[in-house]
């Protein structure tokens, strides 16, 4: 239960990174890392799919969609304390604006 919104996640960001025509594949294994992470209450693995999130919006160029994922994984990072994090994801948001 702990591997898998790490796993999923990752199957997601491989996906991403490959060829475009991926896309629509990718976006499912990060809503099945979303999910999972939910579900297990694994706030910092929900963050980081929610910044997975923002990345694929960006690349498709719907800039806020990936401003509101980019938010909400903020706000997560804030929870957890994961001060590094908070402060990586608000310049690629500023960036956004």
Known sequence: MII????TRF??????N???HYFRKADNWIRKAIQTAEQNHMMWHLAKSRALYAEF???KG???????QLSTAIEIFKECGADGWVGKYEKELAALL
């Open 11 to 16: 199957i997601a960001e491989i996906l991403l």
């Open 62 to 68: 719907d800039t806020l969609k990936a401003r509101k």
């Open 4 to 7: 898998k919104p790490w796993k």
């Open 18 to 20: 490959s060829d475009k």
């Open 57 to 59: 919006f960006k690349r």
